[in-house]
């Protein structure tokens, strides 16, 4: 088991997933070995395959093997709603877990100058081409509650203004099954300044 | 996002790894397509590689692209001793812990009749002709204190018996660091009934 086998550049090259160290590259690369060779060929070359032909979509940017996704591709959505989100992965969470059914707007980030994140590398040229074609009436911001998450929404919010687009934000508050005294105290001030008439 | 799409197809790809569920595998594939899209066609390949290419020893039966592993072909280890593991793990967690450099017979399992796991499957032949050659004087039994693997080592040493090589067990115990009362009760009485003197 010298440390240019196979084997050690089999567990090297799994260390380049996410939250898998030594130990479980180690676990991983013994089990397809024992147990799965025939899945882990397939996953060799579906990862081929995603990584050189998945890119964005031309029009709200997420992730997709063709020039324009499924979603922006459809005619049965609400025309005139647009929800902008940070990553291809809030796309999913916001179908799986909402009855929306506009279009999105995958910003793929948030903006954040010291890392050289403007405007231009979240797309919000192709946002504002798309703003400025009329048809969306209300913009609905998912960005993230966190500081950047709000200075995007923000950002783009002046952009619509613009544009005289009608801009929404999620609610943050309390997560529903929390409780109170659980909850840490931005969550808490932001659900109580939130405050709605019941 | 259709579930015939490219994407939807790595996310279950992934999923054959070990511990990856839908949730995980879903987080792999966005960091992957985001961040890392050159490891993770460079693991494409070792993928692809290792499977084809990784077999057994022929001599231990450890996983090794060659047909005769690094330990096995290497004439500077203590040429009396072979140890017994049940997984190429063992063998791995052994030469990092132990001082231990003699040979090593991978059994790829333990006897299991049930799951018609029985000696042919261990490779047992193969271990006989090597007791059969007569260099080995010390064999020690380090499967795992599973009952399986309690009834292996039984197996193994009545096998060695035959060829008058001697047999050893490493020990179970207490594990250093341990506290008694919160080791299981079999671990405990083995580590009592196992006392030696001080």
Redesign the interface.
Known sequence: ??DT???N??IE??K???SVGARTA?????????H??E????????????????GHCDRCR????DDI???CKSENRQQDALCVVE???D??AL?QATIYRGYYFVL?GKLSPLDGIGPKELGLDLLEDRLAEGQIKELILATNPTVEGEVTAHFISELAKTYHVNTTRIAHGVPVGGELDYVDSGTLSHAFSGRRSY
């Open positions: 088991m010298s086998s196979l084997l550049e089999l090259a799994l380049c997933l996410p180690q676990r991983m690369a013994f089990h397809l070995l024992e799965n060779r899945s882990a060929l397939k996953l060799a070359d579906i990862l081929q395959l995603a990584m050189t032909n998945i997420t992730f997709t093997e996704c499924r979603i990553n291809p992965s796309v999913l179908e793929m």
